[in-house]
């Protein structure tokens, strides 16, 4: 599973990560989860409000923190 956290650098984007991580550690997932801040490499998710949650390829959440349990259905 590749994760990918959008966002230039606000403290909503740095709290996705955390939690993302969090429960990546929680599930035991094995998945490779990167950092994406420039701003034309966002926008080529058409992702126009960070931060982004990206599950595979594929945009999960814009523009919020979701809780936990949340992104733990995003992930299985």
Same mark, same amino acid.
């Given at each position: 599973? $590749?994760? =990918? @956290?959008?966002?230039?650098?606000?403290? #909503?984007?740095?709290?996705? $990560? %955390? %939690?993302?991580?969090? /429960? /990546?550690?929680?599930?035991?997932?094995?998945?490779? @989860? %990167?950092? /994406?801040?420039?701003?034309?490499?966002?926008?080529?998710?058409?992702?126009?409000?960070?931060?982004?949650? /990206? +599950?595979?390829? $594929?945009? #999960? +959440?814009?523009?919020?923190?979701?809780? =936990?349990? $949340?992104?733990? #259905?995003?992930? +299985?």
């Amino acid at each position: 599973m $590749e994760i =990918r @956290i959008l966002g230039t650098g606000c403290p #909503k984007c740095h709290k996705l $990560e %955390e %939690e993302t991580r969090q /429960v /990546v550690a929680e599930m035991g997932l094995e998945c490779s @989860i %990167e950092k /994406v801040t420039e701003l034309k490499d966002i926008m080529s998710y058409g992702v126009m409000l960070t931060p982004a949650l /990206v +599950v595979d390829g $594929e945009v #999960k +959440v814009v523009g919020k923190v979701p809780a =936990r349990e $949340e992104i733990r #259905k995003l992930l +299985v």
